[in-house]
């Protein structure tokens, strides 16, 4: 039986399924960002709904990419899902040759993501003061 990353390994082979893939990472890391910022904050889609006066399919969506609709999270929005879930959002515009050495750097840290601790390079990615505070006690 193949695994995820198998099957994708053997996708990313093909010329045509790699470059819709690559088109769409960067809105995949905006989507795994959210739901890596959630987890760490130790909540369910039902509690950062609470949090942010909405309701639980409003942030299985929005962590989801939307959805059918594809719509993509205002500003507003992702400010509130960052303060639900006791972050920052920053934004960041990345030149392009620096795009290449960046993605090498995330796919290292996703190997080792497994590991306590490690946070994400990703240009989305804030480490909240707890965080900061649990790196210099561990």
């Known amino acids: 039986m193949n695994t995820h990353d198998k099957m994708v390994a053997a ?3 093909d010329p045509e399924f790699r470059q819709a893939y690559d088109e769409l ?3 995949f890391e905006l989507f795994d960002e ?3 910022a ?4 130790g909540l369910t889609q039902a509690e950062v709904a609470e ?3 909405t309701k639980t399919p409003a942030i299985a969506r929005l962590e989801a990419g939307g959805g059918r609709q594809k719509h993509s999270p205002s ?3 992702l400010h509130k899902y960052a303060e639900a879930v006791g972050c920052r959002l920053a ?6 040759s620096q795009l290449s050495r960046q993605k090498r750097e995330v796919q290292a840290d996703d190997r080792q993501a497994v590991l306590p601790g490690v946070s994400s ?3 989305l990615h804030k480490t909240s003061p707890a965080e900061q505070g649990n790196r210099a006690d561990g």
Do not use: N, Y
């Open 11 to 13: 996708w990313q082979e």
């Open 25 to 27: 990472a960067e809105e």
């Open 34 to 36: 959210l739901f890596k």
């Open 38 to 41: 959630r987890t760490r904050a």
């Open 51 to 53: 949090r942010m006066g």
């Open 75 to 77: 500003l507003a929005t």
């Open 91 to 96: 934004i960041k515009l990345i030149p392009d």
């Open 121 to 123: 390079t990703s240009p």
